[in-house]
């Protein structure tokens, strides 16, 4: 598989950079968020570093959002427009864009202070970076912090065959993401399949350059009834959101001149997704999957709890009756486990 090592990376014509503090965008999506769109508006306007223009896209919101967004009048560029989905919205705001960085902020999240200069800092340091994660810290409605927030470890570097041979690598969430945006040209308009624009450009942005990742919990991943959680018990939405990546990192390949493409076979969610879809599967199935899992595990170099909280979604898909799995797949290892030693009071908990 080193054929992926040596491929060289298309040809991206990157600007002069504006020197030492490059304006940065920061993007944020909103879609009926009224209640949680001032404090991420707040926390970006209070960043310590000042360079930054803000542009917030209201999706056709039908809550007070328009108002909340409109009492921020000369501090933002606000794109009002009718509802379209995370991706329509992502593209309207990224034609706005003028930064050399762009950052994305879900509506429902908030920064920390230092998080833009962090960013900055750790693109100048790393000029062969063209996407950076950072970790996070979960919170509660209220802002509460919740659970452990352990520090995720990021893959950096030429990734492209871990895509095409695992269909994944460790990357972050939206609010953790940020982009040069020279590269990002390179990629738009993001397409209408993917339910998820992040899986979109998280897929596709590695075929053109070097991706990286940094410890530093530098934002707030609110934590809510209505925002999709990793831990989702919603078959249909799981399912298409693997077929969305392949297809995402098999047309990435292609339009970058690569020959070899993704199997979605060798995804591991996606094999347990369709075994939970079918009523569970067979020991044989299981085997496979553990064996395929194993070796992904190695290969991105997963941290032992977290390959183990993995494994154990992929087999409980394939093992345990489907309400079980659907319980494994909603509420996490550790949050099952309480579940079934404690009973249904522990199951409405939230683990980290």
């Not at 009492?71 to 995370?86: I, M």
């Not at 329509?88 to 960085?101: D, H, P, Q, V, Y």
């Not at 460790?170 to 992040?198: C, F, H, M, N």
């Not at 309400?323 to 409405?348: D, I, K, N």
Request: charged share 25%; with cysteine.
């Amino acid at each position: 598989m080193t054929i992926f090592r040596q491929a060289r990376f298309p040809v991206v014509h990157r600007p002069p950079s504006s020197g030492g503090e490059p304006l940065v965008s920061v993007l944020i999506c909103n879609y009926n968020y009224g209640r949680f769109v001032g404090e991420a508006i707040d926390s970006v306007l209070e960043q310590t570093y000042r360079n930054i223009e803000l542009i917030v896209v209201d999706d056709g919101s039908t809550d007070d959002s328009r108002q909340v967004i409109g009492a921020y009048s000369g501090r933002l560029r606000a794109v009002f427009q009718q509802n379209g989905g995370q991706g329509a919205a992502f593209n309207s705001g990224l034609a706005e864009a003028r930064g050399e960085i762009v950052c994305f902020l879900d509506a429902d999240d908030y920064f920390h202070r230092e998080k833009v200069a962090r960013v900055v800092r750790a693109f100048a340091e790393h000029p062969e970076w063209v996407q950076l994660a950072h970790n996070w810290i979960s919170v509660d409605i209220d802002g509460r912090p919740m659970g452990r927030n352990p520090v995720r470890r990021f893959t950096r570097g030429d990734i492209r065959t871990l895509l095409l041979r695992w269909g994944r690598y460790g990357w972050g969430i939206t609010s953790g993401l940020s982009y040069r945006r020279v590269v990002l040209e390179q990629v738009l308009p993001i397409p209408k399949r993917p339910r998820a624009a992040d899986t979109y450009l998280t897929a596709t942005v590695p075929f053109y350059g070097q991706v990286g990742g940094i410890a530093d919990q530098l934002m707030y991943y609110r934590v809510h009834g209505k925002n999709r959680r990793a831990r989702s018990d919603n078959l249909p939405y799981l399912l298409q959101q693997r077929e969305d990546t392949c297809v995402c990192i098999n047309t990435a390949a292609r339009d970058s001149g690569l020959a070899e493409r993704f199997d979605i076979r060798c995804d591991g969610d996606y094999r347990g997704f369709k075994a939970l879809e079918s009523g569970g599967g067979s020991w044989s199935d299981a085997f496979g999957i553990c064996w395929l899992s194993l070796q992904e595990f190695a290969a991105l170099r997963r941290k032992p709890a977290e390959a183990l909280a993995r494994l154990a979604q992929r087999l409980g898909c394939v093992l345990l009756p489907p309400e079980q799995s659907r319980g494994l797949l909603r509420l996490g290892l550790q949050g099952y486990v309480r579940s079934r030693l404690f009973g249904a009071q522990a199951s409405s908990g939230k683990s980290s």
